[in-house]
């Protein structure tokens, strides 16, 4: 491994490699319960991070790898609004 200054990794539900935490997108599990996009990746709840790809997306969706990182089901509108975010990128 080469060395490298302490960037935080967190691994992708998607591809399940890990990544700096800044280039993933944050979906949290907020003290509610509910599922939401994380935007600025500093609210409070369980998260679970994904790279800003559609195919790590649809890997995540297909083997409910975020329903089983978040523990709760996730909904479609949210599916649909990361899938959203990913194309204007
Ligand atoms: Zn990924």
């Known amino acids: ?11 992708c539900v998607g591809c399940q490699e890990m990544r700096p ?3 993933l997108i944050r979906v949290v599990r907020t003290p509610q319960g509910e ?7 500093k609210r409070s709840g369980r998260g679970a991070y994904i790279c800003p790809r559609l195919e790590c997306l649809e890997k995540a969706v297909k083997g409910r790898r975020l329903e089983r990182a978040l523990q709760r089901p996730v909904g479609q509108e949210i599916i ?5 975010g990913l194309k204007g990128q």
Not at 35 to 41: A, S
């Open 1 to 11: 491994m080469p060395k490298v200054k302490k960037i935080p990794q967190r691994m």
């Open 21 to 23: 935490k800044k280039e």
């Open 35 to 41: 599922v939401e996009i994380d935007p600025t990746g």
């Open 80 to 84: 649909q609004s990361l899938a959203e």
